[in-house]
């Protein structure tokens, strides 16, 4: 397979190549939505341990490590090819849903009044989703 980057990439093909694999294995009978929403979670939690334990400073400069770059990226992609097949199994258009999401993010923190500062608890009363 020919390695590409963000740039001559797009999420398509990503979702294409990602379909083509589980094709190729037979695996579609067991990408339904719960399990591949599981495996979400299942990858997540393998990313966040490479942070358990590190200061948010030691957390800053974990990936600037190549070693913890390749783990940090080989983590990163395995929740994302969950995510892409978990699109394809649902015909979700992710550029559509991030989108839209990032319009309704927008309206919900106004930049003139979030700007610098974190959403508190609080504030997510205002939140749909
Ligand atoms: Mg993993």
């Known amino acids: 397979m020919r390695l590409s980057t963000d740039k001559e990439t797009t999420i398509s093909s990503l979702k294409e190549a990602v379909s083509a694999f589980v094709q190729e294995r037979g695996w579609k009978k067991f990408h339904n939505p719960k399990n591949l929403a599981e495996s979400i979670c299942i990858e997540s939690s393998e990313l966040l341990?490479?942070?358990?334990?590190?200061?948010?400073?030691?957390?800053?400069?974990?990936?600037?490590?190549?070693?913890?770059?390749?783990?940090?990226?080989?983590?990163?992609?395995?929740?994302?090819?969950?995510?892409?097949?978990?699109?394809?199994?649902?015909?979700?258009?992710?550029?559509?849903?991030?989108?839209?999401?990032?319009?309704?993010?927008?309206?919900?923190?106004?930049?003139?009044?979030?700007?610098?500062?974190a959403p508190r608890r609080k504030d997510s009363g205002r939140r749909k989703a």
């Open 49 to 117: 341990e490479l942070f358990q334990w590190l200061t948010d400073r030691e957390s800053e400069t974990f990936a600037k490590d190549s070693a913890h770059f390749d783990r940090l990226s080989s983590e990163l992609a395995d929740v994302l090819i969950y995510c892409l097949a978990l699109a394809n199994a649902t015909k979700i258009d992710v550029a559509g849903s991030v989108l839209s999401k990032l319009e309704e993010s927008a309206e919900r923190y106004p930049a003139s009044e979030y700007t610098g500062r």
